[in-house]
């Protein structure tokens, strides 16, 4: 049984996501608030977590780093919950690095379908084998990338990403299937997110990052071993 944390200061928003969630046997937890949103994360280790931008106090955006700046959580799935018409806050979200989003209001059904395929996203990346290419390992069960034997953490959305690069090493992928096989679907709203988590990951691989290589209106390739320019 998958646990789910729920966070959200609207008590109609909580109690309908609770209810759906629990219908289809998923263990619930919630908070009201950041700060204990925080707690419960690092205590309980949720499978997945809903969280709401718009919190009082500290708001949505400080839960989610707070989250990624721990190892215990920063390979958490997370669904943002954001307003209607509040695109900035959609952009601002992903660009954090989260997962997915769903506006308000939303129907029960898209959520769970939307926390399905997050779900499944995250256990069909630990169910993949070890890869290994030049001084790239990525390890499944850790979803952790070593780096000429330097741990490195990743998200479960990084670790997809850059094993669809790696199995396809020299290949240019294109935008619309990275999206397809990373996020589920193809949006125009995640085109930006897509390059945001192909950034973080460049961030991440430091002297690497080059590998990473962008083929300009088509997508990205890797490439163990660059060519000097």
Not at 210 to 215: L, Y
Request: one cysteine or more; glycine letters at 6%; a neutral charge.
């Amino acid at each position: 049984m998958h646990t789910v944390l729920v966070v959200d200061d609207e008590t109609d928003i909580l109690e309908l996501v609770v209810f759906n969630l629990e219908r289809q046997q998923f263990k619930v937890l919630t908070a009201d608030n950041g700060i204990s949103a925080v707690q419960i994360a690092k205590e309980k280790i949720p499978d997945l977590i809903v969280l709401d931008l718009m919190l009082p106090g500290m708001d949505g955006f400080s839960v989610y780093r707070e989250l990624r700046a721990d190892p215990r959580t920063n390979s958490i799935p997370v669904l943002m919950l954001t307003a209607k018409g509040e695109v900035n806050d959609r952009i601002a979200g992903l660009e954090l690095g989260a997962d997915d989003y769903v506006t308000k209001p939303f129907s029960p059904r898209e959520l769970l379908l939307r926390v399905r395929a997050l779900l499944k996203r995250t256990r069909k990346v630990t169910a993949d084998a070890s890869l290994k290419s030049g001084d790239f390992l990525l390890e499944r069960n850790t979803l952790k990338l070593f780096l000429a034997g330097r741990p490195v953490d990743l998200t479960a959305t990084e670790f997809k990403l850059l094993r669809l690069l790696v199995e396809a090493s020299g290949e240019v992928q294109e935008r619309d299937a990275l999206l397809r096989e990373v996020w589920g679907y193809s949006d125009t709203m995640l085109t930006r997110t897509l390059d945001t988590h192909v950034k973080r990951l460049r961030e991440k691989l430091g002297k690497h990052a080059e590998c990473i290589q962008t083929v300009r209106g088509v997508g990205y390739r890797f490439v163990s071993s660059p060519t000097p320019a």
